[in-house]
């Protein structure tokens, strides 16, 4: 067993987790403060007692995942000259000091994470909810994030970021995160986790309901997959979990058909659905020109760099662009196949078991975000993906373990 002594070692890699999902324009989060709260969490990670008992003896987990996207850092940076950022780095020791500790330390880290998230997520519920319907709130100010092809104004809330710019529409909840794709797509992939683990179905319920008030497709897309592949479980619980999704969906009815329903569907009387380029708006049709220009000429394979994009992309595009096209554009289709490859053996080589239904049905939902939103490196979504392949592992300690990841005396 465990000592006590690793409770702050869990904390700092649930805090780590929060404090890279929410949006660097987020007033109270201060710029540099990733830098040195990673420092932080190293010296903790380096001075919990009992090295030996905290690693884990089967380092090929560890060792597969960071060989890979070494591999992939490596194509870019000799290939494009485009080495990894500081936060790129940053991310991998997260992820490789995550998959050496032991499986009873995973589990109480994977454990805090979801119950704090699903309390932030129940405080911004209830915030926004206020919010929008009676316009009082906390507000700490006015925040703005910027990128290459726009500036973006928002309310600063205590937990919230509300859009304010005229030509967005409906506000969407975000909660405190950079926008809410972001919220919707991490939603959708703890679902997977928190409907099998029988402590966490307050959780399950909290990021269901987030996920639909973001209106994210993603989410949806997500929410799908999981109903399909877990349509066999207890009727019980089906039942609890179809009425959640349902109360929701009927509450928001007005947005869901307008942001949801009217996005996949043509606006004329037929009814007919829309084309696959009308529904995917993930880049531009400028994008979309220069990427095929690259794979024609052969640039596609060992991509064009990260910060190695044409200048008219930015420049004739109306709006951003990002998602799997983005990324393999930038990193390249052999860069892409290193990571498919060393996500899905890593998974598989946790699983431990034969894979069923469930574990395909996620990869398969994984894979599916990823070309919606490709950035599958920072600390959230690790931790998202590496519970699925222990889950029997979390339910074996489910009930030795607190909500807050500590032990049950």
């Known amino acids: 067993m465990v000592k006590k002594g690793t409770d702050i070692l869990v904390w700092a890699f649930v805090f780590m987790a929060i404090h890279t999902l929410i949006a660097n324009f987020y007033l109270p989060k201060l ?50 000259l485009c080495p990894p950022i500081l936060l790129q780095l940053f991310c991998l020791m997260y992820a490789v000091f995550f998959l050496r500790i032991s499986y009873e330390l995973q589990v109480r880290i994977i454990k805090c994470f979801v119950w704090v998230m699903a309390i932030l997520l129940i405080c911004s519920v ?38 304010i710019d005229p030509d967005y529409g409906e506000t969407r909840f975000q909660s405190i995160a950079d926008e809410p794709g972001r919220i919707g797509t991490l939603c959708g992939m703890l679902l997977f986790l928190t409907w099998r683990v029988q402590s966490l179905r307050i959780p399950f ?21 999981f109903l399909i592949t877990h349509v066999r479980v207890n009727l019980k619980k089906l039942t609890i979990g179809i009425a959640v999704i349902g109360a929701t969906i009927y509450v928001t009815y007005d947005r869901f058909q307008e942001m949801i329903v009217e996005r996949i569907m043509a606006d004329g009387a037929d009814g007919e659905m829309e084309d696959i380029e009308t529904i995917d708006n993930r880049t531009s049709v400028v994008f979309d020109k220069y990427f095929n220009l690259a794979f024609e000429n052969g640039q596609l394979w060992l991509g064009v760099g990260a910060y ?58 994984y894979w599916l975000s990823f070309y919606q939103r490709s950035d599958v490196m920072p600390p959230y979504f690790i931790i998202a993906f590496m519970a699925i392949p222990i889950i029997d592992i979390i339910e074996y300690y489910d009930n030795q373990i607190t909500i807050w990841g500590t032990k049950r005396k």
């Open 126 to 163: 209830v915030e926004y909810t206020i919010y929008e319907t009676t316009g009082w709130g906390i507000v700490l100010g006015q925040a703005t994030r910027v990128t290459e092809v726009r500036e973006t104004h928002f309310v600063n809330l205590v937990f919230n970021l509300i859009n």
């Open 205 to 225: 319920i909290v990021f269901v309901i987030s996920g639909i008030i973001s209106f994210s497709l993603a989410f949806f897309v997500l929410l799908g997959i």
């Open 308 to 365: 190695n994009l044409p200048k008219q992309i930015n420049l004739e595009s109306h709006g951003g662009n990002a998602g799997g096209k983005k990324w393999i554009f930038q990193y390249g289709i052999v860069a892409m196949a290193v990571l498919f490859i060393t996500f899905n053996k890593v998974f598989l080589r946790r699983l431990r078991r034969k894979p069923d239904i469930k574990d395909y049905g996620f990869l398969i939902a």
């Open 31 to 80: 710029q540099g403060t990733t830098t040195i709260f990673f420092l932080l969490f190293l010296v903790i990670y380096l001075m919990t007692p009992d090295k030996g008992r905290l690693t884990n003896k089967r380092s090929a987990e560890s060792t597969t995942f960071l060989v890979g996207i070494l591999a992939i850092y490596s194509i870019t940076t000799f290939f494009n």
